[in-house]
């Protein structure tokens, strides 16, 4: 039996997992992940990625996870696979990614205040971050520390191809798997101001999603509908 696991949506920490939930948001957390491989009890566990990243402490943790489980964990890039979300495909101990799919490495970064001590303190952490998840880089690929950081500190974006070449990635996924649907001009998605206000519109009702999915009214429905469409008059904020 094969377990497998969704890495999609920002990595965040296991508080910030509850939030997302709450409101129906797509993230992986170290809870998530550690709930999923103790149901896998050993089995064959594939881990399906498509992240953007988020907070690398989360993704430190779900990396132990993975490299501890006793059963074999094979990841899949299904789309973009970055910054934080390079350290849990790392992991693996066979990774796969899709011809459409990327990834994408760059420096630890924070936001911060205080004086100038705080903020070379705070330089020194980033640094030691910086040298930790080269670390990780290097295990993989047997790169140098200064070939990863260099990497790193351009903000490179690999290819299939060249993450297979470069040693972060181990094949390219074959034609007849399965491959993730590309949405070209042919058909819209929602745009990010539309989802941004279909969230808050969620938000502002007193149940939870999955309760008022149940009885939300037809003008409720016409109004998420609208904003979908790109129809909405923008009154909500």
Same mark, same amino acid.
């Given at each position: 039996?094969?377990?497998?696991?969704?890495?999609?949506? !920002?990595?965040?920490?296991?508080?910030?997992?509850? %939030?997302?939930?709450?409101?129906?948001?797509?993230?992986?957390? &170290?809870?998530?992940?550690?709930?999923?491989? !103790?149901?896998?009890?050993?089995?064959?566990? @594939?881990?399906?990625?498509?992240?953007?990243?988020?907070?690398?402490?989360?993704?430190?943790?779900?990396?132990?996870?993975?490299?501890?489980?006793?059963?074999?964990?094979?990841? +899949?890039?299904?789309?973009?696979?970055?910054?934080?979300?390079?350290?849990?495909?790392?992991?693996?101990?066979?990774?796969?990614?899709?011809?459409?799919?990327?990834?994408?490495?760059?420096?630890?970064?924070?936001?911060?205040?205080?004086?100038?001590?705080? %903020? =070379?303190?705070?330089?020194?952490?980033?640094?030691?971050?910086?040298?930790?998840?080269?670390?990780?880089?290097? =295990?993989?690929?047997?790169?140098?520390? *200064? @070939?990863?950081?260099? $990497?790193?500190?351009?903000?490179?974006? $690999?290819?299939?191809?060249?993450? +297979?070449?470069?040693?972060?990635? *181990? @094949?390219?996924?074959?034609?007849?798997?399965?491959?993730?649907?590309?949405?070209?001009? $042919?058909?819209?998605? &929602?745009?990010?101001?539309? +989802?941004?206000?279909?969230?808050?519109?969620?938000?502002?009702?007193?149940? =939870? &999603?999955? @309760?008022?999915?149940?009885?939300?009214?037809?003008?409720?429905?016409?109004?998420?509908?609208?904003?979908?469409?790109?129809?909405?008059?923008?009154?909500?904020?």
């Amino acid at each position: 039996m094969m377990i497998k696991i969704d890495v999609k949506g !920002d990595v965040v920490d296991n508080d910030t997992g509850q %939030f997302f939930d709450y409101f129906g948001m797509q993230c992986v957390s &170290p809870q998530m992940v550690k709930d999923s491989l !103790d149901k896998a009890q050993g089995d064959e566990v @594939e881990l399906d990625i498509a992240s953007y990243g988020g907070d690398v402490f989360a993704a430190s943790e779900i990396y132990s996870m993975i490299n501890q489980y006793p059963g074999t964990v094979t990841g +899949v890039i299904q789309g973009m696979a970055a910054s934080a979300a390079t350290i849990i495909a790392e992991a693996c101990d066979h990774l796969i990614i899709s011809p459409a799919g990327q990834m994408m490495i760059h420096k630890a970064s924070t936001a911060g205040a205080g004086n100038s001590d705080d %903020f =070379t303190h705070t330089a020194g952490v980033l640094s030691t971050t910086d040298r930790t998840i080269a670390g990780i880089y290097q =295990t993989r690929t047997g790169k140098s520390e *200064d @070939e990863v950081l260099k $990497l790193m500190k351009q903000e490179t974006y $690999l290819t299939a191809k060249d993450a +297979v070449d470069q040693g972060f990635a *181990d @094949e390219i996924m074959k034609k007849n798997e399965k491959v993730p649907q590309v949405v070209n001009s $042919l058909h819209d998605i &929602p745009s990010k101001s539309a +989802v941004k206000k279909f969230m808050n519109l969620i938000k502002n009702q007193k149940s =939870t &999603p999955s @309760e008022y999915k149940k009885s939300e009214s037809d003008a409720l429905f016409d109004e998420k509908l609208a904003i979908f469409k790109g129809e909405s008059n923008g009154n909500i904020i």
